[in-house]
């Protein structure tokens, strides 16, 4: 139940014509706090309810954890989220043996794009992408809880 992942920033649109499934995502926190973040994600019909721990000092690794509910329980749990909910499109991009998830941000998140990858080790090595830019792994102000509080448009 660790969670390994890279969080980059993503430089062209060329994961679009790579990308072998992408979907809409409406997410809210129930609790931002930075030990404990508890996140209510409608991806299609399905509604997820996912806390997660504090990061690693290095940001790669945080405890998670996830259970799938019904999108009815989502769409309920969702008004009680705290301001403001992420709108954004997930691309999913394989590359070599790994897959990035690419997410394009909507709403007060306009024009930021994040690309992240699950690792099974700190220090396993990937693919990277013509796409990839920076890295901002461990830049909190790129996470989901905090792009609800401290939307891009205000950066």
């Known amino acids: ?9 993503v430089n062209s649109e060329i994961y ?9 995502i409406t997410q809210g926190f129930l609790n931002t706090h930075k ?5 209510i994600r409608l991806r299609g019909e399905k509604g997820f309810i996912t806390v997660k721990g504090q990061s690693s000092s290095n940001g790669l690794s945080r ?15 969702l008004k009680l989220c705290e301001p403001t909910i992420i ?5 999913e991009v394989k590359a070599g043996t790994h897959i990035f998830e690419v997410d394009e941000f909507y709403g007060d ?3 930021l794009v994040i690309a992240e990858i699950e690792l099974k080790t700190e220090h396993e090595t990937f693919e990277k ?25 205000n950066w």
């Open 1 to 9: 139940m660790i969670e390994i992942e890279r969080k980059f920033l």
């Open 16 to 24: 679009k014509d790579q990308a072998f499934r992408k979907a809409r």
């Open 35 to 39: 030990a404990r973040t508890v996140r």
């Open 63 to 77: 405890f998670e954890w996830e259970k799938e509910i019904s999108k009815q329980e989502a769409e309920s749990l």
């Open 87 to 91: 709108d954004k499109v997930r691309y």
């Open 109 to 111: 998140n306009q024009g």
């Open 129 to 153: 992408p013509i796409w990839l830019g920076e890295e901002v792994t461990g830049d909190i102000k790129y996470y989901n809880s905090q792009l609800s509080k401290h939307p891009y448009i």
